[in-house]
């Protein structure tokens, strides 16, 4: 597996602008591809910042796996009974 790292900081403040790992295509894709790829980055960007939040970014060219929708929810209805009295007559 093959990466392209782009990276872009401000020299002023130290402040990281761009990390990016790109994948660079060599063949078919291993079984195990993208929690490789997910390793490299976060042990890359664990070298800048320890906390980085990493984001996965589709190519432009790239629909995102449709997800499910949630089932929709019923509202419950309630009906009005008297309350029920402690103790009991006699």
């Known amino acids: 597996m093959r990466v392209r790292i782009t990276f872009r900081y401000r020299v002023e403040t130290g402040e990281v602008e761009v990390f990016q790992v790109d994948d660079v295509p060599e063949g078919p894709k291993s079984a195990d591809h993208d929690a490789r790829h997910e390793r490299a980055a976060r042990g890359l960007a664990r070298l800048v910042d320890p906390h980085a939040r990493i984001v996965e970014e589709l190519p ?3 629909e995102p796996a449709a997800t499910p929708e949630p089932p929709a929810v ?3 209805t309630t ?4 309350p029920l009295r402690e103790g009991g007559s006699r």
């Open 60 to 62: 432009a060219d790239v």
């Open 74 to 76: 019923e509202e419950a």
């Open 79 to 82: 009906s009005r009974q008297p």
